[in-house]
T-cell receptor
Framework: AQKVTQAQTEISVVEKEDVTLDCVYETRDTTYYLFWYKQPPSGELVFLIRRNSFDEQNEISGRYSWNFQKSTSSFNFTITASQVVDSAVYFCALSGRNTDKLIFGTGTRLQVFP | DADVTQTPRNRITKTGKRIMLECSQTKGHDRMYWYRQDPGLGLRLIYYSFDVKDINKGEISDGYSVSRQAQAKFSLSLESAIPNQTALYFC???????????FGSGTRLTVV
């Protein structure tokens, strides 16, 4: 069975701090895909990144970076120099190559205070 | 226009009433999904459809029904709404799950 665990329910930081959101997954598939979505206070779900299981290179996009480690079944998300606009709920998700749907974690609420 | 449009955006309804949430997409994708979001529980799948003749139950389908009227339209109905169906509902579409989803903006439903 596939499962995604986001153990951090809520994180609070002060602006300009770095913050890492953890995501641990379980799957028996050898080919799988990992995702991060952002849900700002306005409520919509915004796609951030998709990563396949054969690409373990870390990804950086501006202040955002993602660390994929198959050895620990983790796909962690780091925000460098956080800003108030980063305040949101962040979801990690998993899909196999032949599965019908995404499996979501329960989300981590990030609050960035000025 | 948005790729995935959900209507209404907000709705308050009374216990026992029938309500329909509508979703339409312009992505041309075959797959459509309905999720509900509750605080601390993440996104839970209600129903999903691969085409107009293929409807599948998700993990929490009890109390809900769906209709796939066309490739682009997928409606969710609550036959007799109850207060614990108060939640944020999302529709999504995809050409394949491993490509990820495009979500609608959500419908905030309150059952009083």
């Amino acid at each position: 069975a596939q499962k995604v665990t986001q153990a951090q329910t809520e994180i609070s930081v002060v602006e300009k701090e770095d913050v890492t959101l953890d995501c641990v997954y379980e799957t028996r598939d050898t080919t799988y895909y990992l995702f991060w979505y952002k849900q700002p206070p306005s409520g919509e779900l915004v796609f951030l990144i998709r990563r396949n299981s054969f690409d373990e290179q870390n990804e950086i996009s501006g202040r955002y970076s993602w660390n994929f480690q198959k050895s620990t079944s983790s796909f962690n998300f780091t925000i460098t120099a956080s800003q108030v606009v980063d305040s949101a709920v962040y979801f990690c998700a998993l899909s196999g190559r032949n599965t019908d749907k995404l499996i979501f974690g329960t989300g981590t609420r990030l609050q960035v205070f000025p | 226009d948005a790729d995935v449009t959900q209507t209404p955006r907000n709705r308050i309804t009374k216990t026992g009433k029938r309500i329909m949430l509508e979703c339409s997409q312009t992505k041309g994708h075959d797959r459509m999904y309905w999720y509900r979001q509750d605080p601390g529980l993440g996104l839970r799948l209600i129903y999903y459809s691969f085409d107009v003749k293929d409807i599948n139950k998700g993990e929490i389908s009890d109390g809900y029904s769906v209709s796939r009227q066309a490739q682009a339209k997928f409606s969710l109905s609550l036959e007799s709404a109850i207060p614990n169906q108060t939640a944020l509902y999302f529709c999504a579409t995809s050409d394949a799950a491993f490509h990820g989803y495009t979500f609608g903006s959500g419908t905030r439903l309150t059952v009083v």
